[in-house]
């Protein structure tokens, strides 16, 4: 009975790992906001009792001496409170960096499993064949044009792939994209089909 449950169970994480990755079900994206991780730093204050008074000149020195300590410790919650937000900032842009770059590994697979999807790969081949080609994109998402930049020296195989090149003219999930983030990743870009 045992062995039929943990089979059961099996089976259902199983299909539904399948099932995810089929429809592209990510289970960590159901929220609408990002969630920005902070780092806190708590400070705990000890409650100052007021001193009996005992004579006025005594007086005075102590309460110099009081508005001297109160000022280090504004002046080192200040410190405190700027090097908070400083490192607030410098989280926030990891934060805009790491995402960004996801977004450019995504868009580059996606570039990638078009290509590979259109390329009809010839049969007996040598495993070591590889050709580099240079593609250059238009911000509409337009190819603009390609370069073979090593051939691989079989013509059969150079040929397979121009003709994979030739059958994409646009891709339209560029135009998401930042411009920034295109001319930098998209503009020009080299990609590498191997017989392997």
């Not at 977004?103 to 570039?111: F, T």
């Not at 040598?126 to 044009?145: C, Q, R, T, Y």
């Not at 792939?161 to 994209?177: P, T």
Request: net charge negative.
């Amino acid at each position: 009975m045992i062995n039929l449950i943990a089979g059961f169970f099996c089976s259902f994480f199983l299909h539904a790992f399948l099932f995810s990755f089929f429809f592209n079900i990510s289970f960590n994206d159901y929220s609408e906001e990002k969630i920005i991780q902070l780092p806190v730093n708590l400070i705990f204050e000890e409650k100052i009792e007021p001193k009996p008074k005992k004579s006025s000149s005594k007086n005075v020195k102590t309460t110099s001496s009081s508005f001297s300590e109160d000022a280090k410790s504004k002046n080192d919650f200040e410190s405190d409170v700027n090097s908070f937000f400083s490192n607030l900032e410098k989280d926030r842009d990891r934060v805009e960096q790491i995402s960004t770059q996801s977004e450019v590994l995504k868009i580059a697979a996606k570039i990638r499993a078009e290509y590979e999807f259109l390329w009809q790969k010839p049969k007996n081949l040598p495993e070591d064949l590889f050709v580099k080609v240079l593609i250059s994109i238009a911000p509409s998402g337009e190819v603009v044009n390609y370069e073979i930049l090593n051939k691989s020296g079989n013509e059969v195989f150079d040929r397979s792939i121009r003709i994979a090149l030739d059958r994409i003219s646009s891709f339209d999930f560029i135009k998401n994209i930042s411009r920034n983030d295109f001319e930098k990743n998209f503009r020009e870009f080299n990609l590498q089909f191997s017989s392997n």
